[in-house]
């Protein structure tokens, strides 16, 4: 049985050596770190084949190009189903699966494996600018402080990759989510010090999910303070300024009729996209709306079958002075089609980062199986794209992004004293004073 529910949605070369060396460091990580044996039931090899029963089935129905379904693909989930006949644990089961997927797309289709019995919790970050990584949280007391990790450390590598644009997300993907470990061998470097290799031990935290599988552990963040604030609460003023930073794309009347109130009673606004993903295209729509008098297309959206113009719906009570978005290496999807629609529109000026270049339509792909001694429902999911963000007939910004109007990027001593450059840029050019030090989050 399987569902879809909707969600927000490099050179062919470098990310096919790119998936061969995750695909070595995938099997690597989970054959270094298998469960014992014992714990590795008949249901937990079930569920497996499950999974990649699933996974093929989705793949094959819905990823929105079916050109670039490699023509071996049956060859290799037969491959991937003798591999899960000799694999000991979750981890390793969830690796063969994760290599398939990433034969088909290393940027949009993921395995999102259901919770573990343990989780591990690094007590430390790091964050994607431009090309570099720099670290942006140490938790104090952790092995990551004890062993001197510090803010603004520059993160080289992490195990055998090197940490860039390209590898970023994936790095965590493999690493984080699919075969996670306790300990990290990591490649840091202090400004003005010569690079220096770090063995980070994070905490195992037992949680009290009785799940059906108990082998293996996931990645849990040290900090995600965005996580507990809800998008209605997520914006303040500072001089007349709105700062807006939504948490996700999703907006119901109730909430647009507040917004609109809020932006009228404000001479600019800031809207913070940095980090955010999550929603979609048409709630991207509905927050065009609240900036825009017109109705216009904004871009159409290819899938198999069809092209579907998404379009903006201007209204009279749009608010009509001066906005600046922010973006980051990680403003993607849903967020990313928000802040081209603004500024290709000329409605407003784009500072920080290039954004994601995820110009998908991302949708997730529920893989069920049941619990069969209680017939409990038990959810793994799979992210896959659908359909594709055309925004032009010459300007594919897949792999490519949101170029800024304004290119400010974080240093190390930015992360080293909390400051927010992209920001505090932004308030004085709408003609506001933002204090630059201690602002408590850079992105």
């Not at 071996?72 to 969830?94: C, G, H």
């Not at 949280?137 to 803010?151: I, L, Y």
């Not at 290119?407 to 930015?414: G, H, M, Q, R, V």
Request: hydrophobic share 40%; proline share 5%; glycine share 4%.
């Amino acid at each position: 049985m399987s569902a879809w529910k909707d969600m927000p949605s490099n050179t062919a070369s470098s990310g096919r050596l790119l998936f061969m060396a995750m695909a070595t460091a995938l099997v690597a990580i989970a054959s270094g770190q298998s469960s014992n044996p014992t714990t590795y039931t008949k249901g937990d090899r079930d569920l497996a084949f499950s999974l990649l029963h699933h996974a093929h089935a989705g793949i094959v129905s819905h990823y929105f190009d079916p050109s670039h379904i490699p023509g071996d693909f049956p060859a290799m989930v037969e491959d991937a189903r003798q591999r899960l006949q000799q694999t000991r644990s979750n981890n390793e089961s969830f690796a063969v699966i994760a290599n398939l997927l990433g034969a088909v797309d290393t940027r949009h289709i993921r395995l999102i494996p259901l919770p573990r019995q343990a989780v591990v919790r690094h007590d430390w970050d790091w964050t994607l600018v431009d090309d570099k990584a720099y670290v942006r949280v140490v938790n104090a007391d952790s092995d990551a402080d004890k062993k001197g990790v510090k803010r603004g450390d520059r993160v080289l590598q992490i195990e055998a990759l090197p940490v860039n644009r390209l590898t970023a997300d994936r790095i965590s993907y493999a690493y984080l989510s699919i075969s996670p470990r306790p300990t990290l061998r990591v490649l840091l470097q202090s400004p003005n010090e010569d690079p220096r290799w770090v063995e980070i031990t994070g905490q195992i935290l037992r949680t009290n999910e009785k799940l059906w599988t108990p082998a293996g552990i996931f990645y849990a963040p040290p900090h995600d303070k965005q996580s507990a604030i809800k998008p209605s609460a997520n914006h303040r003023i500072h001089d007349g300024i709105l700062i807006w930073r939504p948490t996700e794309l999703v907006f119901g009347e109730v909430q647009l009729r507040r917004m609109n109130r809020e932006l009228n009673a404000a001479r600019a606004l800031v809207l913070d996209l940095r980090s955010l993903s999550l929603g979609s295209h048409e709630n991207t729509m509905k927050a065009c709306s609240l900036f825009f008098d017109e109705t216009f297309t904004a871009y159409t959206i290819d899938r198999r079958q069809a092209i579907e113009a998404i379009t903006v719906r201007g209204t009279a009570r749009a608010f009509k002075k001066p906005i600046i978005v922010l973006t980051n290496a990680y403003t993607a999807y849903a967020a990313e089609a928000l802040a081209y629609v603004l500024q290709s529109r000329n409605r407003a000026l784009v500072m920080g980062d290039r954004s994601a270049g995820k110009f998908r339509v991302l949708e997730v792909y529920q893989l069920l199986d049941k619990f069969h001694s209680t017939h409990t429902s038990i959810y793994n999911f799979m992210t896959l794209p659908v359909a594709k963000v055309i925004v032009s007939t010459d300007n594919d910004l897949e792999g490519k992004g949101v170029t800024p109007d304004h290119l400010i990027l974080p240093t190390a001593e930015d992360y080293i004293h909390r400051r927010d450059p992209a920001l505090a840029k932004a308030i004085e050019t709408l003609g506001g004073i933002f204090p630059l030090d201690g602002l408590g989050e850079t992105y």
